[in-house]
């Protein structure tokens, strides 16, 4: 899997103003230039065992759905921003698990997080940013989507995926493709799979296919969330 290692640049709108200037238009996102690099220790791999990783969750099991760096680099997505620091006046966290074919695939950790930072921990990798960090990431390959943001606000599994890169829709979900069945907290959503909303400790489950593995709740206890 390919990290992105790259440089940001910031750009400030211009602020003076008279009694008839026009306001200042909002700041630009960050923009990036970007090489791409291969590190041997630190880029995570699927894996078939699950264990507990960094966040106290299981890791998931199966191949990646795609590789987290076809994040968006810094520009603004569905109105959700990447800034240098984690916003953290909302707080709220989802997880997510996808089947194809019935088989387990994974979600990788680091999407959402602009020049990727991989850190080992006994727990497996935890990613953070050097650019920026969007409103909507994942800081490990366990399903957690973590939602941190300036103010509340009503996110949605659709944002997420776009920032990401990735499509989500009724028939397929990244590369895989298929009838796509939606369980939230075990129960049926009958709607977009974008439009499901990432509400404190949902329980999320897409599959792309057949069989259709019976939804199971997270076990949130002895976790920070």
Known sequence: ?????????????GCG?????VPPAPAKPLTFSVTSTTPTTTVAT????AYVGPNGLPIETGPFLAPSTTTALGRIVDGVQCERFAQLAYTTYAHLQVYVAGHSRALPGGIGLVDQIPEATPQGLFYGARACMYWLHTRAADGLIEAQSPVPRRF???ELFAIWNQPLTRRRVAAAHGPVTAFVDG???RHSPAAIPLTANASI???VGRPVPKPAR???VGTAF
């Open 187 to 189: 129960r049926r959503w």
């Open 46 to 49: 699927p894996t078939a065992r």
């Open 1 to 13: 899997m390919a990290a992105l290692a790259a440089s940001a640049a910031i750009i400030l709108a």
């Open 156 to 158: 949605t599994l659709g």
């Open 218 to 220: 997270v076990d949130w």
């Open 17 to 21: 103003a008279t009694k008839d200037a």
């Open 205 to 207: 489950e897409l599959a």
